[in-house]
């Protein structure tokens, strides 16, 4: 037996959680259960428990709902994009992506039912749902993305669920559970040819249908004629805007699990500092397009368009718009451009602030245009102007957030962050185990 | 013996409070306020529409599902029961008047009085209300004088007399009320007649106007209501989009360019896709195979 294969396998196995393990997970679920109780109450009272009301119909949870889609993104961005071009590099971060993507697309669909107000009319979305309307669009390639996602985990986690059956450090049971979803995969050529066959189309086809469920969300503002959403250019700013979110998150995921589990052979400081300046990339390109979204607004100045840019810029949402602009764009790009902010922590600090850039920056395009409507807001109660989040909304959106966090913590626990098979191809260990075996 | 002395009066006087408290809170009964009206429309129907609201804990309300007992006062003091009627959520009734029951009054000028009253009713104090009115009829006419329309109206009482001096108003029905033609109110002249000019073509369905003459609430003759449906409007082009198949019309409905791309775009997904799941399929029954 080759003893750095073993070590390979040991290394990447999934482990039991440790005490830290265990109280995040509490931690994740005391979270939940938190905004379940708000739920129920929204789900018994309506959502007049909300602060939504006849003008910002929209609130936090379309926002988060934004964020989740762009975060999914990531899961073609690393997986897809990389793989196709042949990036080497990629290989220990492609599962970390996969995950994030299938647990942000699974809590974007939940969002969007949490966001009803009869959730219990929701089969009518199906039923009478309209091909003219931006929203069955959304219904239709969410659920087309979650699909894709989960098959693009699932494949190549056929040889790494073989080894984990023949030599994983879990229970029986759980290896009996590796077994079967390994699906018999012994690795011959025939189910070889069909795997790789399978990834490669695969990787193909996230590719349109992760930019169709970005550019259909977007859609689902710019098809609305309100200052702020009319605009052309929506689409392609919403996709460099989840790159951005998408590329944060796998940073902040994989500095995480690195440390939690000691991975540094694996998830090196070479791949932070990829993935930092792959980021600067993305921050550029997200800006050249605030800057296109903003400026000529700005230039052109119509009436509606300046009361509502007058809010960002100095109004009521300047402080979330230039912390957004500035604390998740602006400084990561200054920072990440030298080599010691691409270093691990400082990263995985940029990495924090571009994702929190990014949940407050959907929120500043979903809110403050409802805020502005064409015709002039008279003869309503006062609350009606101004939106702001109950804590019922914010409890249940914490609780969509600490759901993704559990999807991504379980599968963590259950699967190998780092795909084993991958790993041990690339470092040439798989000949040299078959050499020793034979 | 003499602690119970002490305070048997207090204790007995505060029992009686509750009680009385009590009793009262259980008998409080609202006081139904109750407005009237004698609607006639010509060769159709005559009814008292009955409108009834109380003062409530948050203001004026509505009295819902109230119901009243109508009476038809005959031979001075003789009350006849003519039935029933109960408020819709409105707080609004309806009573037909199938027969107005003009036999036995020679007199044409007889004043006819309905008896509206709540009776014995557990939300409401028990009341009464009474509407009196006489017989009259409206006629409308379409005239043509001097090349321009006229709309005639003539107001005649049980016995077909002209009435004079009272004021009806005419207007165009559009489907959301009266719209005014001419002057807000014509005095009818010893004709019992009025004529207005209709200087204006209105556009209309197929161009067909239906113009109405209201005599609005007479204290004599109550509200009586007349209508005619006459040729003379330009007739009004159905633009509507309801039939066609546009970006708003319902599932059914819609544009085939949306139903075909969407469709082949979901197709050319979703088969790759299914065969992707057979290959999984495929790949644990390859190993079965080999082994």
């Excluded at chain 1, 970390?96 to 969007?112: F, H, Q, S």
């Excluded at chain 1, 979204?293 to 100045?301: A, M, N, V």
């Excluded at chain 2, 008998?27 to 008292?48: F, G």
């Excluded at chain 2, 009054?105 to 028990?126: G, M, P, S």
Aim: charged share 20%; aromatic share 12%.
């Amino acid at each position: 037996m080759n003893q750095t294969y073993d070590q390979l396998v040991d290394d990447l196995s999934p482990k039991k959680f440790g005490w830290k393990g265990k109280i995040w997970t509490a931690f994740l679920v005391f979270v939940i259960l938190l905004g379940v109780y708000s739920y129920i109450q929204q789900f018994r009272e309506g959502l007049i428990v909300t602060g939504m009301r006849d003008y910002a119909l929209w609130g936090v949870y379309i926002s988060n709902f934004v964020f989740f889609v762009a975060i999914s993104l990531v899961g073609s961005l690393v997986t897809a994009i990389l793989r196709l071009s042949g990036v080497q590099w990629s290989t220990p971060l492609t599962r970390i992506a996969e995950i994030i993507a299938v647990a942000a697309i699974i809590m974007a669909g939940l969002t969007i039912i949490i966001d009803m107000g009869r959730p219990d009319r929701m089969l009518n979305l199906f039923m009478h749902g309209r091909l003219q309307s931006p929203i069955i669009w959304d219904v239709i390639v969410i659920t087309t993305y979650l699909f894709i996602s989960v098959l693009l985990l699932y494949y190549p986690l056929l040889p790494d669920f073989s080894i984990l059956k023949k030599r994983g450090q879990g229970s029986l049971r759980l290896r009996e559970w590796y077994g079967k979803l390994s699906l018999n995969w012994s690795g011959d050529s025939k189910q070889h040819k069909i795997y790789t066959q399978s990834i490669k189309l695969l990787s193909v086809m996230i590719i349109p249908v992760a930019f169709a469920i970005h550019t259909v969300t977007a859609w689902l503002f710019a098809t609305t004629y309100r200052p702020g959403w009319d605009s052309t250019n929506f689409g392609p700013y919403f996709i460099a805007g989840a790159f951005v979110a998408g590329a944060g998150a796998v940073i902040a995921v994989m500095y995480v699990l690195r440390k939690t589990y000691q991975l540094e052979n694996y998830i090196t400081d070479e791949h932070f500092d990829k993935m930092g300046k792959m980021l600067v990339l993305l921050c550029l390109v997200y800006l050249y397009f605030n800057i296109n979204e903003y400026l000529i607004p700005t230039y052109k100045s119509t009436e509606e368009e300046a009361v509502h840019l007058q809010s960002l810029f100095t109004g009521e949402y300047a402080a979330l718009f230039w912390t957004a602009i500035v604390g998740g764009l602006v400084l990561p790009v200054i920072a990440l451009l030298f080599p010691k902010g691409r270093k691990p922590l400082p990263l995985f600090i940029v990495a924090i602030a571009v994702v929190l850039g990014a949940w407050w920056k959907r929120y500043i395009i979903v809110i403050p245009t409802l805020s502005h409507p064409f015709l002039p807001i008279q003869g309503v109660p006062e609350s009606w102007r101004h939106y702001s989040p109950t804590w019922m909304e914010w409890s249940i959106t914490l609780a969509t957030l600490a759901g993704a966090l559990l999807i991504i913590t379980l599968l963590v626990r259950f699967l190998p962050i780092v795909p084993i098979q991958e790993t041990a191809e690339e470092k040439g260990l798989l000949e040299m185990t078959k050499i020793t075996e034979s | 013996m003499k602690y119970y002395s002490k305070y048997r009066t207090p204790l007995l006087s505060i029992l009686l409070i509750c009680l009385s408290t009590l009793t009262y809170s259980q008998n409080k009964k609202y006081k139904a306020r109750v407005s009237l009206e004698y609607i006639k429309v010509m060769d159709q129907e005559s009814y008292i529409a009955i409108s009834a609201k109380y003062k409530g804990e948050e203001g004026f309300e509505q009295a819902s599902n109230l119901q009243f007992t109508i009476y038809k006062e005959v031979l001075e003091d003789s009350l006849v029961s003519l039935g029933q009627v109960e408020t819709n959520d409105d707080g609004k009734a309806k009573f037909v008047l199938k027969d107005i029951g003009l036999d036995n009054q020679t007199d044409t000028l007889a004043i006819h009085t309905y008896l509206v009253a709540i009776e014995d009713n557990e939300k409401f104090r028990d009341a009464k209300k009474s509407i009196s009115f006489s017989e009259a009829s409206l006629t409308i006419g379409l005239e043509m004088v001097d090349s321009t329309y006229q709309i005639s109206a003539v107001l005649t009482d049980a016995v077909g007399r002209p009435v004079q001096g009272e004021y009806l108003k005419v207007g165009l029905k559009r489907l959301y009320g009266m719209l005014q033609t001419g002057k807000d109110n014509y005095e009818t002249n010893e004709d019992g007649t009025i004529l207005v000019s209709l200087d204006e073509r209105m556009p209309g369905i197929n161009g067909n106007l239906t113009y109405q003459v209201l005599l609005k609430e007479s204290d004599t003759y109550g509200t009586i209501k007349a209508q005619i449906i006459v040729p003379i409007g330009t007739p009004i082009e159905d633009e509507s989009s309801f039939d066609e198949r546009t970006m708003w019309s319902p599932p059914s409905k819609t544009p085939f360019y949306l139903l075909l791309f969407p469709n082949l775009m979901i197709l050319g997904v979703w088969i790759p896709l299914i065969l992707l799941t057979f290959n999984l399929y495929r790949i644990s029954k390859s190993k079965a195979k080999n082994t």
